[in-house]
């Protein structure tokens, strides 16, 4: 008798502290490129640090290559508590009705990743986060990628080149009227779906840094890639709001911290990352790589220089100017 209380008290003790190990609190991570990326591999640094630094108190489980949900879900699988953070690319928020992160796909508005850095880790970053409070959702870092180069199954190297081709674009106003004004007939499609248009000919061409190009092995698709750096593609850490306020303090603390040198790490390895990736499309041999002549350069500036003052009032004049000024842009 004596001996079986005590093993049932022990047992319930067990029972207790198991419970309390088993039950960490889980983060679902969802994104939509590949492991082997700077997000990929931001978000799975992000894990390690994040478990570690929590001693188990909480799981990050992240979903890479849209296995859990794709463009166009997200967002609202964010907002409704399905998944407690995101990185989608900041041509992404505009359907969420917040459209000022378009103004980083402006053309031609970073010569660098130095640029960038100017507005995403200071004050206009930060005012740009405080814009997606009042979405549910809270803004927790900047993750680079780099700059895109058009592909297409013909060589393009002026504007004239892009007439009447389908180029698929995310789902920002300001990408749309970038290809138009190319004369391209842009066309939103998630990420997920890209090689299989490219393949089946639903598009003709898209844009993309190397490191996406490659990983998604767009390179078997797509004959032509053009050295364009036209425009830039990175990413807002997102989460749920309430979740997020809903973390006990201490934990909020070290997530944080968790997520500043995930951060750093991430945008240290971007611009290697993408010199790799370019490097292995050139060995795969399957796309001839065009690099632009500084007057082809002239010429699609020319073309795409337009488009950020047909924005003005969709971006917000406020947003333009503050990025303009942070980074010395002259118009
Ligand atoms: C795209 O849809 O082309 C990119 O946003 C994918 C990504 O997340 O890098």
Request: proline letters at 5%; a positive charge; glycine letters at 8%.
């Amino acid at each position: 008798m004596k001996w079986s209380l005590a093993a049932a008290f022990a047992a319930a003790l067990l029972i207790g502290t198991s419970a309390a190990a088993q039950t960490p609190i889980v983060i679902k991570f969802s994104h939509v490129v590949a492991v082997n990326t700077p997000k990929g591999k931001a978000a799975e640094k992000f894990k390690e640090l994040a478990e570690q630094r929590t001693n188990g108190r909480v799981k990050v489980e992240v979903y890479p290559n849209s296995s859990l949900f794709k463009d166009g879900e997200e967002m609202d699988a964010l907002q409704l508590g399905s998944v407690q953070m995101l990185a989608p690319s900041l041509a992404k928020f505009g359907p969420l009705g917040v459209r000022d992160f378009e103004v980083f796909d402006l053309p031609y508005i970073f010569s660098s990743y130095d640029d960038l850095h100017k507005v995403t880790e200071g004050p206009v970053g930060a005012q740009l986060f405080k814009k997606l409070e009042p979405k549910g959702i809270v803004g927790l870092a900047y993750w680079d990628n780099g700059f895109k180069d058009m592909s297409a199954n013909k060589p393009i190297r002026v504007p004239d080149d892009y007439k009447g081709l389908k180029m698929r674009i995310q789902s920002s106003k300001v990408l749309n009227d970038q290809m138009k004004a190319l004369g391209a007939i842009p066309q939103v499609m998630a990420f997920s779906e890209v090689y299989q248009g490219l393949q089946t000919g639903v598009v003709d061409g898209t844009e993309n840094p190397p490191s996406n190009f490659y990983t998604q092995k767009m390179n078997e698709v797509q004959k032509y890639l053009a050295l364009t750096n036209h425009g830039y593609l990175g990413y807002a850490v997102i989460a749920n709001k309430k979740f997020w306020d809903g973390l006990p303090a201490d934990i909020r603390a070290t997530l944080e911290g968790a997520m500043r040198d995930a951060t750093k790490y991430g945008n240290d390895i971007a611009k290697q990352e993408n010199d790799n990736a370019l490097a292995a499309v050139k060995k795969a041999g399957t796309t001839e790589i065009l690099t632009p002549t500084p007057e082809q350069t002239a010429a699609m500036r020319k073309a795409l220089l337009p488009v950020h003052k047909e924005n003005e009032s969709r971006i917000g004049a406020d947003t333009i100017n503050a990025v303009y000024k942070a980074i010395g842009f002259k118009p």
